[in-house]
């Protein structure tokens, strides 16, 4: 079974400065998506960036990117020119291979961003 | 299209009444999951629709709950003589079909047994 685990309960960071969001998880699959969703406060949770397994490169969004290292399991999110509006609790979430799709969330981290 | 809408917003019921909750996806997408939600943790997989069709079901869900998505667009999710520990943020989320990855959220029905 996967297994996802966010190791930061909570982070702050000072607005326009950089803040990085851990993650981790486990799995026996070789292809495969890894996401990170952002849910604010009262808010639907949405998409902030995807990473597909097979490509080395890291995803990049704007001012949010990931640093993925495939052998080690782990998949960061780092915001950059952290703004107000990136309060939220954020969720990394593997995407299963086969066909249902379903998401497996870690735990969250909740971003604090002081002005 | 104004995204996945769920209905009620909140919900408040005593212990041992019924509830139903109803998700409209994003009109096209044939896929359509639940997961619920407790306070301070990541949403956790209920079940998943493609079409009208019922493809997985997690052990969460209990003989209690029930979730039909009879024509392939809305869905609803029941609860039965629902428990105290039933107390949470339920969520539907569609995805536009296979090949397809982001899935697209509600803002979630919250349900408090009392």
């Known amino acids: 079974a996967q297994t996802v685990t966010q190791s930061q309960p909570e982070m702050s960071v000072q607005e326009a400065e950089t803040v990085t969001l851990s993650c981790t998880y486990d799995?026996?699959?070789?292809?495969?998506?890894l996401f990170w969703y952002k849910q604010p406060p009262s808010r639907q949770m949405i998409l902030v960036i995807r990473?597909?397994?097979?490509?080395?490169q890291n995803a990049t969004e704007n001012r949010f990117s990931v640093n993925f290292q495939k052998a080690a399991k782990s998949f960061s999110l780092k915001i950059s020119d952290s703004q107000l509006g990136d309060a939220a609790m954020y969720f990394c979430?593997?995407?299963?291979?086969?066909?249902?799709?379903?998401?497996?969330f870690g735990q969250g981290t909740t971003l604090q961003v002081k002005p | 299209d104004t995204g996945v809408s769920q209905d009620p917003r909140h919900k408040i019921t005593k212990r041992g009444q019924n509830v139903t909750f109803r998700c409209d996806p994003i009109?096209?997408?044939?896929?359509l999951y639940w997961y619920r939600q407790t306070l301070g943790q990541g949403p956790e997989f209920l079940t998943y629709?493609?079409?009208?069709?019922?493809?997985?079901k997690s052990r969460l869900l209990s003989d209690r709950f029930s979730a039909e998505r009879p024509k392939g667009s809305f869905s609803t999710l029941e609860i039965q003589r629902t428990e105290q520990g039933d107390s949470a943020m339920y969520l539907c989320?569609?995805?536009?079909?296979?090949?397809?990855?982001?899935?697209?959220f509600g803002q979630g029905t919250r349900l408090t047994v009392v």
């Open positions: 979430a593997p995407l299963t291979s086969g066909n249902t799709g379903k998401l497996i």
């Open positions: 799995t026996s699959e070789s292809d495969y998506y």
């Open positions: 990473q597909e397994a097979y490509k080395q």
């Open positions: 009109s096209e997408h044939n896929r």
């Open positions: 629709f493609q079409n009208e069709a019922q493809l997985e």
């Open positions: 989320a569609s995805v536009l079909g296979e090949g397809n990855t982001e899935a697209f």
